[in-house]
């Protein structure tokens, strides 16, 4: 339904929404937006807090239900707090999970990221170009705990061993035999203090999660 070519800034109307929805970030599979607050005569991503969770919808089905109505410029300032140039996904690995062994080291974790990317195919390395970020477990019932601010070690970007080894150290406590994941991966989840956050989950997001069909039992 979208006439035009989807763009940050860009506002929408989608179907079933009482309010226009604007583009914050967005890739081929996933468009994160924000929703206009009419009681406040603004959208809601204009009164930063604490913490943001950003709103999203499967590209496809953005695609098919949203009427473009008009672009609204995307300001520098907009474009350094929201960092839509950062990966929405980072370190999906299948044959990886957080129950396995922790690796000790970040030179342990780059190794079985090595062996990991041989088996599979679609999987490459990742640098994340943010020296600063916030990464949230998930408790052993699948809810997202309180994040913790990491500072990458080279004070520029994160390697994904250097980030997934953060997610390990931080997952482990929160691990029970029962397992809610299947993989590894970090999602980006939104802002805490103005800190790009990510959660800690499988090898696919909970939006594709909950998407799957379900194992039916033999």
Same mark, same amino acid.
């Given at each position: 339904?979208?006439?035009?070519?989807? %763009?940050?800034?860009?506002? #929408? $109307? #989608?179907?079933?929404? %009482?309010?226009?929805?604007?583009? @914050?970030?967005?890739? &081929?599979?996933?468009?994160?937006?924000?929703?206009?607050?009419?009681?406040?005569?603004?959208?809601?991503? !204009?009164?930063?807090?604490? =913490?943001?969770?950003?709103?999203?919808?499967?590209?496809?089905?953005?695609?098919?239900?949203? /009427? #473009?109505?008009? /672009?609204?410029?995307?300001?520098? !300032?907009?474009?350094? @707090?929201?960092? +839509?140039?950062?990966?929405?996904?980072?370190? *999906?690995?299948?044959?990886?999970?957080?129950?396995?062994?922790?690796?000790? /080291?970040?030179?342990? !974790?780059?190794?079985?990221?090595?062996?990991?990317?041989?088996?599979?195919?679609?999987?490459?390395?990742?640098?994340?170009?943010? &020296? %600063?970020?916030?990464?949230?477990?998930?408790?052993?019932?699948?809810?997202?705990? +309180?994040?913790? $601010?990491? =500072?990458?070690?080279?004070? &520029?970007?994160?390697?994904?061993?250097?980030?997934?080894?953060?997610?390990?150290?931080? *997952?482990?406590?929160?691990?029970?035999?029962?397992?809610? /994941?299947?993989?590894?991966?970090?999602?980006?989840?939104?802002?805490?203090?103005?800190?790009?956050?990510?959660?800690?989950?499988?090898?696919?997001?909970?939006?594709?999660?909950?998407?799957?069909?379900?194992?039916? &039992?033999?």
């Amino acid at each position: 339904m979208t006439s035009s070519p989807i %763009e940050l800034g860009a506002v #929408y $109307r #989608y179907d079933g929404f %009482e309010h226009p929805i604007r583009v @914050i970030a967005f890739d &081929n599979d996933l468009v994160m937006y924000d929703t206009w607050w009419p009681h406040e005569k603004a959208w809601g991503l !204009a009164m930063l807090k604490r =913490s943001i969770s950003y709103y999203r919808l499967p590209w496809k089905r953005f695609a098919s239900l949203a /009427t #473009y109505l008009r /672009t609204e410029e995307y300001t520098q !300032a907009e474009f350094k @707090i929201h960092r +839509p140039d950062l990966p929405m996904a980072f370190g *999906q690995y299948l044959n990886i999970q957080w129950h396995d062994k922790a690796p000790e /080291t970040i030179a342990r !974790a780059s190794e079985l990221l090595g062996v990991a990317r041989a088996s599979e195919t679609a999987a490459r390395p990742w640098s994340l170009d943010a &020296n %600063e970020v916030v990464l949230l477990p998930f408790s052993p019932k699948g809810s997202v705990k +309180p994040g913790t $601010r990491l =500072s990458s070690s080279n004070g &520029n970007v994160f390697d994904e061993a250097e980030l997934l080894w953060h997610a390990w150290r931080l *997952q482990k406590p929160f691990l029970r035999e029962s397992r809610v /994941t299947d993989g590894v991966g970090l999602y980006r989840s939104g802002l805490e203090r103005r800190i790009p956050s990510y959660y800690i989950w499988g090898s696919h997001s909970r939006l594709e999660q909950q998407r799957r069909p379900k194992a039916q &039992n033999s």
